[in-house]
């Protein structure tokens, strides 16, 4: 049986290595907010090309702290994918603010920027992107329009931890990155965590402050905060496995070449593009018998995903909060497989994949 991800096999390199770790972090008996949670957000700044980390319990709260920080009056719009997670909307309700769904690219399945303009009205505040499976959104248009309605950036990076466009890495485009560390991410942790990467000094004070139930000072809350702090033992080990993130990288890009070159039939495979490094935490394909073909890989040993089967206008949670047909996005998540590529797979078990669908 070849996993769609086996987080034992992913993690086995790494092993020794957080075992020491987590032997220091015993013996420091420091457990929140210390010297590790520090190095993590120093070294993943530099990662991203940004001034600022800060580390908070995951991805969802990454992104909603960041929506809080700006203040916007209750009800303002937030222009989202109608195809994202379900996390990316949430973060908007859980702020006060209503989502306005924007189909995406049916070609790179992240937002269409040339659609943005027409769901923009008086009270837009942001544009809350999404690098989805890898691959970091048309920025240079999308700021564009975020200039001319003076709109604010907040970039979700939850699958994209290293991607670029035309050069520049995500995370590092709008006024926040919101990052998760779940552990099937490229850059995973052994539990939850995540993270927010800024430019400006006062919006990584914001955050800083939202994320420590809005302290500064112990004991002196100044803001309506948040407990939503990275804690140590999860930023020790990302440290460790941040120093293997490009190599990780580019073994999912060798595995992805290998579905690109070599995988035939009539699948729809991700764009390529020069403008485009992607890190392909996802490789998708898209099939009209997409659930046929799934048995069919599951009855030959093959496990697969679906991200996602369900759009969020069509979840039970978003009726009467959502509106509106998107029928790009619903083909997407009709049509969509994701298929084994983790940094835990080998080269032969890409071919043994592409042998068997090949065959369908």
């Known amino acids: 049986m070849i996993e769609y991800e086996n987080l034992n096999q992913t993690n086995k390199i790494f092993c020794d290595d957080y075992k020491k770790s987590f032997e220091d972090f015993l013996d420091r008996g420091w457990y929140i907010l210390g010297k590790k949670v520090e190095e993590f957000e120093k070294n993943y700044a530099e990662f991203c090309g940004t001034n600022f980390c800060v580390g908070v319990a995951n991805g969802l709260d990454a992104l909603t702290l960041s929506l809080s ?3 916007f009056e209750k009800g303002a719009e937030v222009i989202v994918p109608s195809n994202t997670y379900i996390a990316t909307i949430l973060s908007i309700l859980h702020s006060g603010l209503r989502p306005i769904l924007v189909e995406p690219d049916i070609n790179t399945y992240n937002i ?8 923009i009205t008086s009270k837009t505040k942001a544009i809350l992107v999404v690098h989805l499976y890898g691959k970091v959104c048309a920025m240079d248009r999308i700021k564009e329009i975020a200039v001319k309605y003076n709109l604010r950036i907040i970039e979700d990076c939850a699958q994209a931890h290293g991607a670029k466009f035309k050069g520049q890495i995500s995370g590092s485009f709008g006024e926040f990155g919101a990052h998760s560390f779940y552990p099937t991410k490229n850059l995973g942790a052994l539990g939850d965590g995540g993270a927010i990467t800024c430019n400006d000094p006062i919006l990584m004070d914001k955050v800083k402050t939202l994320r420590n139930y809005g302290s500064k000072i ?12 990275l804690d140590e033992v999860q930023a020790a080990f990302l440290s460790i496995k941040l120093k293997s993130l490009n190599s990780i990288t580019e073994h999912k890009r060798k595995l992805a070449g290998l579905y690109h070159e070599h995988l035939g039939g009539d699948y729809i495979k991700p764009e390529i593009h020069p403008d485009y490094h992607d890190v392909y935490h996802i490789y998708n394909i898209r ?9 069919y890989l599951l009855n030959n040993g093959i496990k697969t995903e679906i991200h996602y089967p369900i759009p969020p206008h069509n979840q039970p949670a978003m009726q009467g909060l959502i509106e509106g047909r998107y029928p790009i996005s619903e083909e997407i998540h009709k049509t969509t497989l994701s298929l084994p590529i983790s940094f835990g797979h080998t080269e032969d078990d890409i071919h043994r994949v592409m042998e068997i669908m090949n065959n369908f």
């Open 218 to 229: 112990k004991y002196y809350n100044e803001v309506i905060g948040y407990n939503s702090r």
């Open 112 to 119: 269409d920027p040339e659609k943005i303009e027409a769901s």
């Open 287 to 295: 099939h009209p018998k997409r659930d046929n073909l799934k048995e």
């Open 69 to 71: 920080s700006f203040n």
